[in-house]
């Protein structure tokens, strides 16, 4: 996403709103495990890293505070901080954490809503979200011996449970955040943030064929967990778009495979198509 939107001379001129950020976010409040499973390091812990000969840590991010940089950088300095861990971690707590952001990034009319825009950077602060970090006193060690990588976290649960002993989200704040970002989230994908919305159709105004419904929920079943959601709004939205275009009653069969197809990178397409295959038998009549 930052490679694309780094581009030189490209119309955007850099103008990119970060979708990424916005459903990582929604993950780690509905998820509070996965808090845990980021890749961070206490200041406890810096010396487990040091035995396996790592000796530099970066511990601050150049949009800092200087109220952030110093809390920060004394906690790792003494190795030890008493409190809530997320104030010393790249996690929005807080607006004053960080240095205000560039509000002519946010002033683009000829490229998107404005206020839509302004409201997406409020909806990542989790003032409501505390991770207590006595509660991780050797959490570190379990790691000595177990790989990640040939275990299930499912199975294993560790870092869930860890979550419940140290992670502490405000149910109704972490309720009204979850709103905020949904609706934020639906606003990218469906081009609102753009201010296209009156060339959009609402998911509810061309009902779904029930053998196209069960396609959508097959084919998203096929779609990494990542892109799932972006996939499923991006390709009900273009299915909605081909059923209006033929003056259907509703959604069809068709519709959604050419919408997928449509929305797919043209790299996966080949593999797209051969998932296709197993669940649509007289795909090719979609193609003619």
Known sequence: LVSHASQANHISKGFCPDYCILHCTKIKISQPEEIIKSRWIRPEDTAVYEEV??????????????????????????????????????????????LPPDISYFLQPDLADVGRLREMEETLYLTDQYIDNRALDGFIDFFRTKHCYSSSCAECGYCAEAARKAVRIDSIGAERSLRRLEAKLDDLVSSRLFDLQTTLRHENDIPWDKDARTLFHRILGSVPEAFREVAGRAASAHARTLAASRGAGEIEEGDLVRAFLSITPSEFQPELLEDLRFMVPDLDKYFE
């Open 53 to 98: 000969g790592i000796s530099s840590f970066k511990i601050i991010e150049r949009f800092d505070s200087t109220d952030t940089l110093a809390k920060t950088s004394a906690a790792y300095a003494a190795r030890r901080y008493d409190g809530n861990l997320a104030d010393i971690l790249n996690i929005k707590t807080r607006p004053e954490k960080q």
